[in-house]
């Protein structure tokens, strides 16, 4: 039961190459399986999301981070009747553009293409993910996504304006993307902010009592929790008091994203997107205490003085081997050689290093730039 709103899997502006339909399986469910079945999926394994596995095999790496993505969306797709197999497509895809070493690989890739004039993004670098480097059919490049899905990939955290990005007016820039879109950019915040908490806690890199301090949603329900279990170790009231906080994070973005919509008398797609802004959304109490969480762990974990040395080093190692590829591009694959025929050194070489995992490049500059120091 969809709601007339939610995107129809018969309405799709389709692939770029034609495909028969399959007998059992819709256009959005088969890209959910291309994503699932893609090598780049499989590489979200060994990226980090916060903490590097060489710290504990216990934290979210990429791959878990993005299936608890899923779980929260298919929820929320769900309650909303919205298109659930679209909105989990997104959701498994949304993070599959981002480089090795998390935020701090983002940015060294970013400051290593500026001094080229260029810039990194991990939006843009998933769609030439999905469109050119999985290679998987004999018959084209890419994994021959719906348009919905490649939308959705651009446009489910932020806008690009038109004016600056031509080559993505295919997009429909112009215009908000389908609710199933939408919601990724929140459901993703949901299981960042909450799970950070948990791992940063379990890590022992903050403390109960400053959580409590500065998270006033996370301090209701641990108080809560102490009423109804006084005698059990504060582990367990903390996973309870986060589970509720979790629950309440979901609940709050279904309800009040219903009520916009109600709000708003959008009845289809279309008007969707055309509406001035994004319906998706929290309600302004508890966008309050989102970003009041979100706060707490940039001060507290992300940009923390133990978590220094781990950005660090993946800052230098993404940084020396950019420079070594740019000094001596001969020693590139052969196919990112092929590709330079057609784009920039500093482009291909940004390809080459985002595409790889923590423990490929970190190999990769052992033996290319470690051992060049010691000859
Ligand atoms: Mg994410």
């Known amino acids: 039961m969809l709601a007339s709103y939610a995107v129809r899997v018969e309405s799709s502006l389709g692939r770029r190459y034609p495909e028969p339909p399959h007998p059992y399986r819709d256009d959005f469910q088969r890209d959910r399986d291309r994503i699932i079945h893609a090598r780049a999926f499989r590489r979200l394994e060994n990226k980090t999301q916060v903490f590097t596995q060489r710290l504990s095999d216990h934290f979210r790496t990429r791959l878990t981070h993005t299936i608890e993505v899923a779980q929260i969306s298919r929820t929320i797709a769900a309650a909303l009747h919205l298109n659930e197999s679209l909105v989990e497509t997104l959701a498994l895809v949304?993070?599959?553009?981002?480089?090795?070493?998390?935020?701090?690989?983002?940015?060294?890739?970013?400051?290593?293409?500026?001094?080229?004039?260029?810039?990194?993004?991990?939006?843009?670098?998933?769609?030439?993910?999905?469109?050119?480097?999985?290679?998987?059919?004999?018959?084209?490049?890419?994994?021959?996504?719906?348009?919905?899905?490649?939308?959705?990939?651009?446009?489910?955290?932020?806008?690009?304006?038109?004016?600056?990005?031509?080559?993505?007016?295919?997009?429909?820039?112009?215009?908000?993307?389908?609710?199933?879109?939408?919601?990724?950019?929140?459901?993703?915040?949901?299981?960042?902010?909450?799970?950070?908490?948990?791992?940063?806690?379990?890590?022992?890199?903050?403390?109960?009592?400053?959580?409590?301090?500065?998270?006033?949603?996370?301090?209701?329900?641990?108080?809560?929790?102490?009423?109804?279990?006084?005698?059990?170790?504060?582990?367990?009231?903390?996973?309870?008091?986060?589970?509720?906080?979790?629950?309440?994070?979901?609940?709050?973005?279904?309800?009040?994203?219903?009520?916009?919509?109600?709000?708003?008398?959008?009845?289809?797609?279309?008007?969707?997107?055309?509406?001035?802004?994004?319906?998706?959304?929290?309600?302004?109490?508890?966008?309050?205490?989102?970003?009041?969480?979100?706060?707490?762990?940039?001060?507290?974990?992300?940009?923390?003085?133990?978590?220094?040395?781990?950005?660090?080093?993946?800052e230098k190692i993404v940084h020396d081997l950019f420079g070594y590829w740019i000094e001596h591009p001969s020693g590139l694959p052969a196919s990112y050689q092929r590709q330079m025929e057609k784009e920039t050194p500093a482009r291909v070489i940004c390809d080459y290093i985002a595409g790889m995992t923590d423990n490929y490049i970190l190999d990769l500059h052992k033996k290319l730039i470690e051992k060049g120091a010691t000859k």
Do not use: C, W
């Open 94 to 314: 949304h993070d599959i553009g981002h480089p090795p070493f998390g935020h701090s690989g983002e940015q060294a890739l970013h400051v290593a293409m500026q001094a080229h004039g260029e810039s990194f993004d991990h939006n843009l670098h998933a769609l030439r993910i999905v469109e050119y480097f999985e290679q998987r059919y004999a018959s084209h490049p890419g994994l021959n996504l719906t348009f919905e899905v490649r939308e959705g990939i651009i446009k489910h955290s932020h806008d690009y304006a038109p004016a600056d990005y031509p080559e993505l007016s295919e997009y429909l820039l112009d215009q908000r993307p389908p609710l199933e879109a939408q919601l990724i950019d929140h459901t993703d915040e949901i299981a960042y902010n909450t799970a950070d908490l948990d791992d940063g806690y379990e890590a022992r890199l903050i403390k109960l009592d400053d959580i409590r301090r500065e998270v006033p949603i996370f301090d209701r329900y641990f108080r809560e929790a102490e009423r109804e279990f006084p005698g059990v170790r504060d582990k367990l009231k903390f996973n309870e008091a986060l589970k509720r906080m979790l629950n309440h994070l979901v609940t709050d973005l279904i309800d009040h994203t219903a009520l916009r919509i109600l709000n708003s008398g959008v009845q289809s797609v279309e008007e969707i997107r055309h509406y001035p802004e994004r319906l998706a959304a929290f309600s302004p109490a508890t966008d309050q205490a989102r970003a009041e969480a979100k706060q707490f762990l940039n001060s507290n974990l992300y940009h923390s003085e133990s978590l220094r040395p781990q950005k660090a080093d993946g």
